[in-house]
Nanobody, 122 residues
Framework: VQLQASGGGLVQPGGSLRLSCAAS????????MGWYRQAPGNQRELVAA???????NYADSVKGRFTISRDNVKNTVYLQMNSLKPEDTAVYYC?????????????????WGAGTLVTVSS
């Protein structure tokens, strides 16, 4: 099982980016999925999370600007980022609680993507 994130890059303040993260491999089910970020010198922090049923949770700093969504058929989670600010600059990591097939759904394991860099600068 692995997570592959994409969509990072350089954007001007006020611009938008869309991150994607696809889970692949021998997956029985996926529960919560989310995005975290880590800026230089800072701890990794939760940006947004979404349950398998579609309930969402956002960091106060991104509420109203970022939207998390998922496609349960494609095992993919998205993060639409609008009105980006320089302080959003960070490496963004996707995270998922996944039950691999070999567990038969009896337990979940925590998986992380490799991270994608988002730079907001003029």
């Amino acid at each position: 099982v692995q997570l592959q994130a994409s969509g990072g890059g350089l954007v001007q303040p006020g611009g938008s980016l869309r991150l994607s993260c696809a889970a692949s491999g021998s997956i029985f089910s996926i529960k919560d999925m989310g995005w975290y970020r880590q800026a230089p010198g800072n701890q990794r922090e939760l940006v947004a999370a979404i349950t398998s049923g579609g309930s969402t949770n956002y960091a106060d700093s991104v509420k109203g600007r970022f939207t998390i969504s998922r496609d349960n058929v494609k095992n993919t989670v998205y993060l639409q980022m609008n009105s980006l600010k320089p302080e959003d600059t960070a490496v963004y990591y996707c995270n998922a609680d996944i039950s691999p097939i070999w567990t038969g759904g009896s337990r979940t394991m925590d998986y992380w993507g490799a991270g994608t860099l988002v730079t907001v600068s003029s």
